[in-house]
């Protein structure tokens, strides 16, 4: 018997600072991966009480990873705007309309980063604060091997 490869899932910590988060996720988000994206938004969510999850590179999310999006969405005191998925292919969009979930979240195809107060790149005076500087700025890569059950870090400050 030959057994499937899947593709490992990521979820990044891309942006962190006291304005917002910005989550990048990839891969499957099922059983076996939904610890790793709990520890990037315990991460998050302990500095900030604004995420935007970048759903781009999500091919599956199942019902357990739904259930970590409603609980963040219960931690940040269940306010729509404050968590903004980021291009949820139809999939997702489409769990989340059967599990009438659509209406808790900011759901968007646009602006990914000026949600979370990064500085605009036209040349006038800045309206937006920019990028904060270390040590309130973070980046975290969790990586879930499925095979093995392990999962990889990379922390910078």
Known sequence: MVAMAFPPFE??????AKDGAVVAL????????????QAVLDVALS????????LRDLTFMGATGLRVLISAHQRVGQIKEAI????????VVRLLKMTGMDSSFDIR????????????????????????????????????VRES?????????
């Open 11 to 16: 979820a990044r910590l891309v942006r962190c």
């Open 26 to 37: 990839r891969g499957e988000l099922d059983l076996a991966t939904v610890p790793t994206l």
């Open 47 to 54: 500095r900030t009480c604004r995420l935007t999850l970048d």
């Open 84 to 91: 903004v998925l980021y291009k949820p292919s139809p999939m």
């Open 109 to 144: 195809a646009d602006r990914l980063l000026e949600d979370v107060g990064h500085q605009s790149t036209d040349t006038g005076p800045a309206t937006r604060s920019a990028l904060p500087e270390p040590p309130d700025y973070i980046d975290i890569r969790i990586e879930s």
């Open 149 to 157: 059950g392990s999962s990889r870090w990379s922390l910078s400050q």
